[in-house]
């Protein structure tokens, strides 16, 4: 295993922990909400932990074109608007054919939760592991009528055991979602931190000593 490889277990490391904390396993099809870092490291746990069918959506084609190529079965991209909500639930279910069991929202705002509130099976889990806000306005109570239960995620617990399995046996490959490299020098650390935040096709940005 490589350097890069091993430093890929801190984001995936909160990938595996959302899907025990769900237990994902090979009846159980999932939904994730953010084709971001998080969002994208959990498409591969949760294809590691045997989910037969995953969908994800976000606002960007190229994250969803991304998430793709590492294994997602179902694209579908989405607005920021609230309005849109109903008929994408219905876009994402018919992408989907097979009822979702299990929602990853790996972004964390309103629009996200509730859409994944939404869009998840009677009987079903949403697992919230984006922090986006603070507080968040979502239905709860039609949710709780359908009886889907709701988990938090908070970073990880005893996970780095699997994830050093899983990428060192190759049932996780990690390497796709580093797409920046930089040297340590001033001038090169400035470069980095800003090609990350200006976001982009940047994913995962690393130094190289």
């Given at each position: 295993m490589s350097l890069e490889e091993g430093a890929m277990c801190e984001p995936l490391s909160v990938a595996v922990h959302a899907c025990r904390r769900a237990n994902i396993?090979?009846?159980t099809n999932v939904l994730i909400m953010g084709a971001g870092t998080i969002g994208l490291v959990t498409v591969l746990a949760a294809r590691a932990f045997g989910a037969p069918k995953i969908g994800i959506v976000d606002v960007d084609d190229h994250r969803l074109s991304v998430a793709?190529?590492?294994g997602a079965d179902e694209t579908v991209k989405v607005s920021t608007n609230m309005q849109d909500i109903p008929e994408e639930v219905t876009k994402i279910q018919k992408a989907m054919v097979v009822g979702i069991d299990v929602s990853f929202d790996c972004v964390g705002v309103d629009k996200t939760m509730s859409t994944a509130l939404n869009a998840t099976r009677a009987g079903g889990k949403v697992i919230l592991?984006?922090?986006?806000?603070?507080?968040?306005t979502v239905p709860l109570t039609p949710a709780a009528a359908r009886e889907v239960d709701v988990l938090g995620v908070l970073r990880y617990k005893n996970t780095w055991p699997i994830c050093l399995e899983f990428i060192s046996s190759g049932k996780i490959d990690v390497k796709p979602l580093i797409t920046h490299r930089f040297g340590f020098s001033q001038k090169e650390m400035e470069e980095a931190f800003e090609t990350s935040a200006r976001g982009g096709t940047a994913i995962k940005v690393m130094f190289n000593l």
């Open positions: 396993g090979p009846e793709k190529d590492i592991v984006g922090m986006g806000q603070p507080r968040m």
